[in-house]
């Protein structure tokens, strides 16, 4: 089974400019999670997807934002760039309960590395 | 607000030790408890998942440990080898149905020849 995937995996913006990343889960997991990593910061939760909602959301400023398509697929976008998002995009995906009670593994892609100049 | 802390930050080691990295949580609210491999540049391997309800996992050289009530967990190498060089870190998921994972900063671990 093929595991999460990222694209692009590179990329070099400049400031103000706006970026969206891509991430196909693995298939039959409905649940994707996106996250930004840095050096200072270490891993921040950004947004989760499931069956095209958004359940839940990190505290990220508006510019960042994010969809999910029926094929469960999703892509984060961020407009109007700043040095401060260069970073790891990770996205992680696993296969979503219902309701309360244990969750399962969650699986990552190598990520997208964006540098913002 | 849930925290989630790793001591110690890096961590060097002979190849052959056995070795034990620690996690500490401040909200026992969780479903489970995780413990990834990052290598350098590259995205997140999960090496063993622990669901609130169990005690212990444990997959080849690794075991690992979940007291919930103190909110604590602990990574434990047996025999480690050059090729365990990585950062490792420890994730919680709180609960309240979502899948967010609460991240710890990773200890970074060099194992010697």
């Known amino acids: 089974k093929a595991g999460v995937t990222q694209t692009p995996r590179y990329l070099i913006k400049t400031r103000g400019q706006q970026v969206t990343l891509s991430c196909s889960p693995i298939s039959g997991h409905r649940s994707v999670s996106w996250y930004q990593q840095t050096p200072g910061q270490g891993l921040q939760f950004l947004f989760e997807?499931?069956?095209?909602?958004?359940?839940n959301k990190g505290n990220f400023p508006g510019r960042f934002s994010g969809r999910q398509f029926s094929n469960s697929r999703s892509e984060m976008n961020v407009s109007t760039l700043e040095l401060g998002d260069s970073a790891l995009y990770l996205c992680a995906s696993s296969r979503q309960r219902q309701g309360w009670g244990p969750r399962e593994t969650q699986y990552f892609g190598p990520g997208t590395r964006l540098l913002v100049l | 607000k849930q925290e989630v802390t790793q001591i110690p930050a890096a961590l060097s080691v002979p190849e052959g030790e056995n070795l034990v990295l620690n996690c500490s949580f401040t909200?026992?609210?969780?479903?489970?408890l995780q413990w990834f491999r990052q290598d350098p540049g590259k995205g997140l391997t999960s090496l063993l998942l622990i669901q609130s309800s169990q005690r212990e996992q444990t997959s080849g050289r690794l075991n690992a440990s979940l007291d919930k009530s103190s909110g604590r967990s602990t990574l434990y190498i047996a025999a480690s080898q050059p090729g365990d060089s990585a950062t490792y870190l420890c994730?919680?998921?709180?609960?309240?149905?979502?899948?967010?994972?609460?991240f710890g900063k990773g200890t970074k671990l060099t194992v010697n020849p």
């Open positions: 994730a919680v998921t709180p609960q309240g149905g979502s899948e967010k994972l609460v």
């Open positions: 997807y499931f069956s095209e909602t958004q359940r």
């Open positions: 909200d026992s609210a969780i479903y489970n």
